[in-house]
Protein backbone atom coordinates (compact mmCIF):
# COMPACT_ATOMS: atom_id res chain seq x y z
CA UNK A 1 0.00 0.00 0.00
CA UNK A 2 0.93 3.58 -0.51
CA UNK A 3 0.08 6.71 1.26
CA UNK A 4 -1.42 9.49 -0.36
CA UNK A 5 -1.75 13.22 0.28
CA UNK A 6 -3.23 15.77 -2.13
CA UNK A 7 -2.46 19.25 -2.44
CA UNK A 8 -3.36 22.26 -4.30
CA UNK A 9 -6.53 22.84 -3.37
CA UNK A 10 -8.46 26.56 -2.98
CA UNK A 11 -10.76 28.62 -4.35
CA UNK A 12 -10.85 30.07 -8.00
CA UNK A 13 -13.70 31.98 -10.01
CA UNK A 14 -15.36 29.85 -12.68
CA UNK A 15 -13.37 30.21 -15.98
CA UNK A 16 -10.08 29.88 -13.74
CA UNK A 17 -7.55 26.83 -13.13
CA UNK A 18 -6.24 24.66 -10.26
CA UNK A 19 -3.55 22.00 -10.43
CA UNK A 20 -4.10 19.43 -8.11
CA UNK A 21 -1.00 17.02 -6.49
CA UNK A 22 -0.90 13.56 -5.50
CA UNK A 23 2.16 12.81 -3.65
CA UNK A 24 2.17 9.25 -2.51
CA UNK A 25 4.52 7.33 -0.32
CA UNK A 26 6.19 3.78 -0.77
CA UNK A 27 7.96 1.66 -3.13
CA UNK A 28 7.26 0.73 -6.90
CA UNK A 29 4.86 3.77 -7.32
CA UNK A 30 5.07 2.81 -10.85
CA UNK A 31 3.68 -0.29 -10.58
CA UNK A 32 0.27 2.01 -9.07
CA UNK A 33 -3.16 2.90 -10.90
CA UNK A 34 -4.27 6.60 -9.44
CA UNK A 35 -7.40 8.23 -9.18
CA UNK A 36 -9.22 11.31 -8.68
CA UNK A 37 -12.37 11.20 -7.09
CA UNK A 38 -14.72 14.39 -5.60
CA UNK A 39 -17.33 14.87 -3.65
CA UNK A 40 -19.74 17.45 -3.04
CA UNK A 41 -21.47 18.40 -0.10
CA UNK A 42 -25.03 15.89 0.01
CA UNK A 43 -23.55 14.40 -2.93
CA UNK A 44 -22.16 11.06 -3.27
CA UNK A 45 -18.21 10.51 -3.98
CA UNK A 46 -17.89 10.29 -7.72
CA UNK A 47 -15.17 9.66 -10.32
CA UNK A 48 -12.90 12.32 -11.92
CA UNK A 49 -10.58 10.61 -14.17
CA UNK A 50 -7.47 8.05 -13.40
CA UNK A 51 -4.19 6.77 -15.21
CA UNK A 52 -3.71 3.34 -14.94
CA UNK A 53 0.03 1.48 -14.17
CA UNK A 54 -0.07 1.48 -17.81
CA UNK A 55 -0.63 4.80 -18.71
CA UNK A 56 -3.69 4.22 -19.94
CA UNK A 57 -6.06 7.52 -19.06
CA UNK A 58 -9.72 7.87 -18.43
CA UNK A 59 -12.03 10.67 -17.30
CA UNK A 60 -15.67 11.47 -16.66
CA UNK A 61 -17.80 12.93 -19.19
CA UNK A 62 -18.05 15.65 -17.12
CA UNK A 63 -14.44 16.94 -16.66
CA UNK A 64 -13.58 15.68 -20.70
CA UNK A 65 -11.55 18.30 -22.54
CA UNK A 66 -11.41 20.62 -19.14
CA UNK A 67 -9.15 18.13 -16.87
CA UNK A 68 -6.18 16.42 -17.78
CA UNK A 69 -3.99 13.42 -15.86
CA UNK A 70 -1.00 13.30 -15.86
CA UNK A 71 1.74 11.13 -13.56
CA UNK A 72 5.40 11.81 -12.89
CA UNK A 73 7.43 8.55 -11.65
CA UNK A 74 10.34 9.75 -10.75
CA UNK A 75 8.64 12.13 -8.73
CA UNK A 76 5.82 10.01 -7.38
CA UNK A 77 3.53 11.99 -7.92
CA UNK A 78 -0.23 12.81 -10.16
CA UNK A 79 -1.08 15.80 -11.44
CA UNK A 80 -4.44 17.04 -11.96
CA UNK A 81 -4.60 20.03 -14.36
CA UNK A 82 -8.59 20.89 -13.74
CA UNK A 83 -9.28 24.54 -16.46
CA UNK A 84 -12.46 26.35 -17.58
CA UNK A 85 -13.55 25.47 -13.88
CA UNK A 86 -17.32 25.70 -13.10
CA UNK A 87 -19.10 26.10 -9.99
CA UNK A 88 -20.13 22.77 -10.14
CA UNK A 89 -17.09 21.48 -9.60
CA UNK A 90 -16.94 22.20 -5.75
CA UNK A 91 -16.28 19.48 -4.03
CA UNK A 92 -13.52 17.96 -2.19
CA UNK A 93 -11.58 16.05 -4.20
CA UNK A 94 -9.49 12.51 -3.25
CA UNK A 95 -6.95 10.60 -5.22
CA UNK A 96 -6.83 6.83 -4.76
CA UNK A 97 -4.55 4.34 -5.73
CA UNK A 98 -4.66 0.96 -6.47
CA UNK A 99 -1.99 -1.42 -7.78
CA UNK A 100 -2.02 -2.25 -11.18
CA UNK A 101 -5.48 -4.09 -11.98
CA UNK A 102 -6.73 -4.01 -8.24
CA UNK A 103 -8.98 -2.41 -6.86
CA UNK A 104 -8.68 1.45 -5.11
CA UNK A 105 -7.47 0.73 -1.40
CA UNK A 106 -5.60 3.70 -0.74
CA UNK A 107 -7.10 7.11 -0.10
CA UNK A 108 -5.68 10.90 0.42
CA UNK A 109 -7.59 13.12 3.34
CA UNK A 110 -8.74 15.29 0.04
CA UNK A 111 -8.19 18.84 -0.53
CA UNK A 112 -11.34 21.58 -1.11
CA UNK A 113 -11.70 23.02 -4.50
CA UNK A 114 -14.19 25.87 -4.49
CA UNK A 115 -15.35 27.57 -8.04
CA UNK A 116 -17.18 30.82 -7.67
CA UNK A 117 -19.68 32.26 -10.18
Known amino acids: QVQLVESGGGLVQAGGSLRLSCAAS????????VGWFRQAPGKEREFVAEIRWTGGITYADSVKGRFSISRDNNKNTVYLQMNSLKPEDTAVYYC???????????WGQGTQVTVSS
Open 96 to 106: AAKYQWATYNS
Open 26 to 33: GRSFSSYG
